[in-house]
């Protein structure tokens, strides 16, 4: 029992002992303990129903956490075969794996890779690898979009396809990559007489990897500015 439940009860006895001084006091005090009694034993009763259903709560807390954690995984994991199905469909992945970069474009972008198989490829025609970068197609006029080397030419569109440029590989001579400004990259082929750069490219790795297989495609060696 604490300080202020013993205060209490020596209030209640001073004030129950002036107010019965002319009845029975064992009987006033016995009806006082049992009282005092079953008040403890309910609010014993009350505090210990409190606990278990703050236990029964969190019971249900932790089960929906589990239900909501299991349902994300599950969604994941449908996500993640939806999206290597259509890589699957749209970059040849028998020779090579995709990359995580690959991957990532391809989840936040899927309406425009989808189009590609719709409205772009040819017959048999899969992306070999392919990064998102800056078109410098005249001093005037740069295009956002997507470099992609396929397996059987070399393309430029932008994302709602109403630009698309398309190069051969025969016709490249060599590529070059530059630093454009601090955390951003460039792409330079030389395509016969003419020079094409992509630049805004914030991928080093993926920079190289497009510009080595395009080079490979081409049968032509590399020349780093």
């Given at each position: 029992m604490g300080v202020y439940q013993k205060l209490c009860y020596k209030v209640e006895d001073f004030f129950v002992k002036t107010l019965t001084k002319k009845q029975d006091q064992t009987m006033i005090k016995e009806k006082v303990a049992s009282y005092r009694t079953k008040n403890e034993?309910?609010?014993?009763?009350?505090?210990?129903?409190?606990?278990?259903?703050?236990?029964?709560?969190?019971?249900?807390?932790?089960?929906?956490?589990?239900?909501r954690e299991r349902v994300r995984r599950?969604?994941?994991?449908?996500?993640?075969?939806?999206?290597?199905?259509?890589?699957?469909?749209?970059?040849?992945?028998r020779n090579s794996?995709?990359?995580?970069?690959?991957?990532?474009?391809?989840?936040k972008n899927r309406a425009f890779f989808q189009s590609l198989l719709t409205n772009v490829f040819e017959p048999n025609e899969k992306a070999l690898t392919f990064i998102h970068c800056e078109y410098d197609k005249t001093k005037k006029q740069?295009?956002?979009g997507y470099l992609i080397p396929t397996n059987k030419r070399i393309l430029f569109l932008n994302k709602n396809l109403t630009f698309m440029d398309k190069f051969r590989y025969q016709t490249v001579i060599n590529v070059n990559w530059f630093k454009d400004g601090l955390l951003e990259k460039g792409l330079k082929i030389q395509y016969g007489k003419r020079r094409l750069e992509f630049d805004e490219i914030f991928d080093q790795e993926q920079m190289q990897r497009v510009g080595d297989i395009i080079l490979n495609k081409s049968n032509k060696r590399v020349i780093n500015s």
């Amino acid at each position: 029992m604490g300080v202020y439940q013993k205060l209490c009860y020596k209030v209640e006895d001073f004030f129950v002992k002036t107010l019965t001084k002319k009845q029975d006091q064992t009987m006033i005090k016995e009806k006082v303990a049992s009282y005092r009694t079953k008040n403890e034993d309910r609010h014993l009763q009350l505090k210990e129903e409190k606990k278990k259903n703050a236990e029964e709560q969190q019971r249900i807390r932790i089960l929906q956490q589990q239900d909501r954690e299991r349902v994300r995984r599950e969604k994941e994991a449908e996500e993640k075969r939806e999206i290597e199905n259509l890589i699957s469909q749209v970059m040849d992945t028998r020779n090579s794996s995709y990359t995580t970069y690959e991957y990532n474009e391809i989840k936040k972008n899927r309406a425009f890779f989808q189009s590609l198989l719709t409205n772009v490829f040819e017959p048999n025609e899969k992306a070999l690898t392919f990064i998102h970068c800056e078109y410098d197609k005249t001093k005037k006029q740069e295009i956002k979009g997507y470099l992609i080397p396929t397996n059987k030419r070399i393309l430029f569109l932008n994302k709602n396809l109403t630009f698309m440029d398309k190069f051969r590989y025969q016709t490249v001579i060599n590529v070059n990559w530059f630093k454009d400004g601090l955390l951003e990259k460039g792409l330079k082929i030389q395509y016969g007489k003419r020079r094409l750069e992509f630049d805004e490219i914030f991928d080093q790795e993926q920079m190289q990897r497009v510009g080595d297989i395009i080079l490979n495609k081409s049968n032509k060696r590399v020349i780093n500015s």
